[in-house]
């Protein structure tokens, strides 16, 4: 093999690989134990994954999840990931392997940030830089603390990880020049965006405007397209229209599910927007910015995307000129000045992101609160800095360059005399002695986020980050020096340097927290194939219970409500039966598990005057079939009288008897109900949104003639 194909191969792939050696521990057990990612990551989105494996390979779309909060939509649910592409090979694998555990569930994870770090490479690379600068900035970046503390949200590593793709495609397509070109990286920008609006966490989708706003600054300005690629791309008006082409059809593809989530949305707690003190909460501010560049204790988690002193170390001195070549009469203000559009760029971008993050405390966010569509949706505004990591990776490989242009080149053509011939040292040592003093201040006054209180060890070791941030300045220091002395300029010295390098940033990023900021220890567990069919109908049998709040992957079903989440009018239901909690057990089938009744009327003044009623006609159905979506029954009515499912209504709900719709009444504001006359029927409750249940019966055509 060429050296020219190794280094066209090995760095990306180095590149790909990184984030599951460096985050190892959280994919390989050892002695049966491993590092489990904590918060949301086991409760919430786990259970969701192989609900859905199990369904895809029986070749059916699961499109209601009964085995939470008494009925909830599954395939809108943005936590279900129910249309991201990667579900496929996942569903191979599920088949294959038997099932899907939690560790299969955060190498899944793990893979998001691998497909970040990789986009983020092969991104940069358009740029022209030297492979070594590429990875040294994809390194850096990719497992910051913003992408690694996203982790605990598996759907937003995986909303970030197509980023850097995205851009990717934009830049080929303004750099294109043929039909071919075009449309291959048309498509690509189709599929970068389709896994973005399917990755299920929806926040992502308008963060991405965040990005890709000021960066068409830099492709639509020729000043811009000249210093940044060295090249001005000429008629920008074809590639627009392409960029364009493609962003609408997958648009267009994704908006039914879209408008769907956004329905499912409007019927939850808080999420429907308008709410100012839901969308300001989880504050984040100018100390925490600090924080995240500076000393991670003290700043909140939601936010953080410290990348390492040294890294900071890098970019500083490019902004302010420390890299810059000094030639005979040059002035320190006009190195300051050097490229002066180009760091005032990125310097804008940087504070519009973090104007936007202060929430309650800036101006810009209140006007965009105001104006912009779905943004009163959101909430928890600091995790917008995802969008900061690739302006950071490009300043950082803009930076990284200068930095071995310079120890390649130091004091070629120079004139100037004394002091000022060690500018990059007495710049780099100012800039570390300002890192150092906002360091110890923040660590001796105690400043401590508000995700760090709980972790008390933590806080007391923070001064490691004091300690490898000094080592990285030293490191840097002592380099810039020999570089004085005797050029940097062969590859055999330049590439153990950015080794050195790498390791001193990992190690920053290493210390205290381990890398991702949730985590506990776990035993290993097998896998098994969970045959959700099966479980769903064993489930009208089985006692729920209200102490729980997520999917269930047992035939126990789940009552209780998660924050924010789940329907309004069920909250609103137990909210106002919460004096009639032993009546609403039974009915809710915490006592012996039943959830089909069938009474009089459904206009009862009280649970308990409902249980009287209905307990006149005990054993009145046979269950025929049930899958979820889908309750079909037997129904002897020995009186003109309602067929009650207590499982929550949604506007897709359908019922049929006797083969012909009925109309779906409300039972207590929030359970099914149909009306019917004395005598047997055939009776059916059908979950059928209009588009997605086509998709279904497709796959069920599908599937029925395989079987022939």
């Not at 209180?453 to 300045?473: D, E, K, M, R």
Request: some cysteine; proline content about 5%.
């Amino acid at each position: 093999m060429s050296k020219n194909t190794i280094q066209r191969w090995l760095p990306p792939l180095i590149a790909f690989i990184w984030p599951f050696l460096f985050f190892i521990r959280f994919i390989i057990p050892i002695n049966g134990h491993y590092q489990a990612i904590g918060n949301d990551f086991s409760t919430v989105y786990y259970p969701s994954k192989p609900y859905l494996l199990d369904r895809l390979i029986h070749l059916t779309i699961p499109l209601w999840s009964p085995a939470e909060a008494a009925g909830y939509p599954f395939y809108s649910s943005p936590i279900a990931q129910v249309f991201y592409p990667l579900n496929l090979p996942l569903a191979f694998f599920y088949k294959l392997a038997g099932g899907f555990s939690l560790l299969d569930y955060q190498v899944y994870t793990i893979l998001g940030l691998a497909i970040f770090s990789l986009g983020l490479y092969l991104w940069l690379k358009t740029f022209g830089y030297n492979w070594r600068v590429i990875l040294f900035a994809t390194l850096c970046i990719s497992v910051s603390f913003k992408i690694s503390e996203t982790s605990r949200f598996p759907n937003s590593v995986h909303e970030a990880a197509w980023y850097p793709w995205i851009l990717l495609a934009v830049t080929c397509i303004f750099r294109s020049i043929t039909v071919k070109q075009w449309i291959g990286y048309g498509l690509l920008l189709f599929f970068a965006l389709y896994c973005l609006f399917t990755a299920g966490y929806p926040y992502f989708i308008l963060y991405l405007l965040f990005l890709i706003g000021p960066y068409l600054l830099a492709l639509l300005i020729p000043g811009l397209q000249k210093r940044f690629w060295g090249v001005e791309f000429g008629n920008i008006l074809r590639p627009f229209l392409v960029m364009l082409a493609s962003a609408f059809s997958v648009l267009l593809v994704c908006l039914p599910y879209l408008l769907n989530m956004q329905e499912l949305l409007k019927q939850t707690a808080s999420r429907g927007g308008g709410t100012w003190i839901y969308a300001t909460s989880h504050e984040f501010t100018f100390i925490n910015t600090l924080g995240s560049l500076l000393f991670p204790p003290a700043t909140s988690a939601e936010g953080l995307y410290f990348f390492g002193v040294l890294g900071l170390l890098f970019i500083l001195l490019y902004l302010l000129g420390g890299f810059a070549k000094i030639q005979a009469g040059t002035t320190f203000l006009s190195a300051l000045l050097e490229d002066r559009w180009v760091k005032l760029y990125f310097i804008l971008w940087f504070i519009l992101i973090s104007l936007v993050t202060y929430g309650k405390y800036s101006i810009l966010f209140a006007v965009l609160w105001k104006t912009v569509p779905f943004f009163q949706q959101l909430r928890v505004w600091g995790r917008l800095n995802i969008v900061l990591l690739p302006v950071l990776a490009w300043i950082l490989a803009i930076s990284y360059s200068q930095f071995e242009r310079l120890v390649s080149e130091r004091n070629e053509g120079l004139q100037v005399k004394g002091i000022a011939r060690w500018r990059p040292e007495i710049t780099l040592s100012a800039i570390y002695l300002c890192v150092l003093s906002i360091q110890i201040f923040l660590y001796v006054s105690h400043t401590v986020g508000e995700s760090w209180i709980h972790h008390v060890a933590w806080v007391q070791n923070s001064y490691a980050y004091i300690v490898l941030g000094g080592i990285a300045f030293l490191t840097l220091l002592t380099i810039l020096i020999i570089s004085f002395y005797r050029k940097i300029n062969n590859n055999r010295v330049l590439f153990p340097v950015l080794i050195g390098l790498v390791i001193i940033s990992a190690s920053e990023k290493m210390v205290v927290v381990g890398g991702i900021f949730w985590q506990k220890d776990m035993t290993t567990r097998g896998r098994v194939e969970l045959k959700i069919h099966e479980v769903d109908l064993l489930a009208l049998g089985r006692n729920r219970k209200d102490d729980c709040f997520e999917i269930s992957l047992t035939p126990t079903f789940c009552l209780q409500l998660e924050p924010n989440w789940h329907y309004n009018r069920y909250r609103d239901f137990l909210a106002r039966t919460e004096n009639e909690k032993d009546a609403r057990d039974v009915l809710l089938g915490k006592v012996d598990g039943n959830r089909l009744f069938f009474s009089q009327k459904i206009d009862s003044p009280s649970i308990q005057a409902f249980l009287d009623d209905a307990g006149r006609y005990p054993a009145f159905s046979q269950v025929e079939t049930y899958t979820g979506d889908d309750l079909a029954l037997k129904v002897k009515a020995p009186v003109d009288g309602y067929v009650s499912f207590i499982d929550n209504w949604d506007k897709d709900w359908k019922a049929f008897v006797d083969g012909q719709p009925v109309p779906i009444e409300l039972l207590f504001g929030t359970f099914k109900s149909i009306k019917l006359k004395a005598g047997e029927h055939e009776v059916l409750f059908s979950y059928q949104p209009p588009l997605f249940r086509k998709i279904d019966d497709i796959i069920g055509g599908f599937k029925a003639y395989l079987s022939k």
